[in-house]
């Protein structure tokens, strides 16, 4: 399964459309403090876990602007279904590998990791985050209630991927995800 998406050029650029649309909506609007038109201001990442040579240019720069106006120039970063906070590692690697890492131990989970270039206490800090972190934040608070009946927190993420597309490929799961957590990824939520 995760051979399968790190080699999906397709999956990711779906992404990298997903994202494009959030930046343009969040690029349309005014600056949210002082109402200033907003100017285009990406920034550099350096995202690991997945071949840079298949991700493509388009993955080395997060969307974000900057108010244009002076005294306020203020950042204004859209939602993101590809940078998840402030993490290395992509969103799409964060949740799918917590999932599959779920029930497995040693070696196999030291495997897992591996398979992205992290270490074991990379996935721990993870499941940490899922199961502790995650569910404390405000943007929990505000969606939890539209996930009925209430997901297992022992069972974050795969209790989460389960909600989306049923009946979908894993793959279609994983997005519905990541839009779904997408405003974490504005928030500038610590997320480390
Ligand atoms: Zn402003």
């Known amino acids: 399964m995760l051979h399968a998406l790190l080699a999906d ?15 343009a ?20 990442r350096k995202p690991r876990g997945v ?23 203020r950042r204004v970063t859209p939602p993101s279904v590809r940078f998840f906070g402030r993490r290395v590692f992509l969103g799409a690697l964060v949740v799918l590998v917590s ?3 779920q029930g497995l131990t ?29 569910p404390a934040t405000a943007f929990w608070h505000a969606v939890r209630d539209r996930l009925l009946p209430p997901v297992a927190l022992d069972q974050l993420p795969q209790s989460l991927l389960e909600r989306f597309a049923a009946g979908g490929s894993t793959i279609d799961r994983l997005a519905h ?10 928030l500038g939520a610590p997320v480390r």
């Open 51 to 73: 071949d840079r040579a298949r991700l493509g240019p388009a993955y080395e720069r997060r969307h974000s602007f900057c108010c244009s106006r002076d005294g306020c120039r």
């Open 25 to 44: 909506t969040a690029g349309a609007a005014r600056c949210p403090h002082c109402g200033g038109a907003l100017h285009r201001g990406d920034y550099p």
């Open 99 to 101: 999932a599959l890492a």
């Open 106 to 134: 040693g070696k196999r989970r030291a495997g897992l990791a591996a398979q992205i270039g992290a270490g074991a206490q990379t996935l721990e800090r993870w499941r940490r985050w899922w199961r502790e972190a995650l």
């Open 177 to 186: 995800a990541l839009h779904f957590l997408a405003p974490l990824s504005a």
């Open 9 to 23: 050029a397709r999956f990711w650029q779906l992404l990298h459309r997903l994202d494009e649309d959030l930046a």
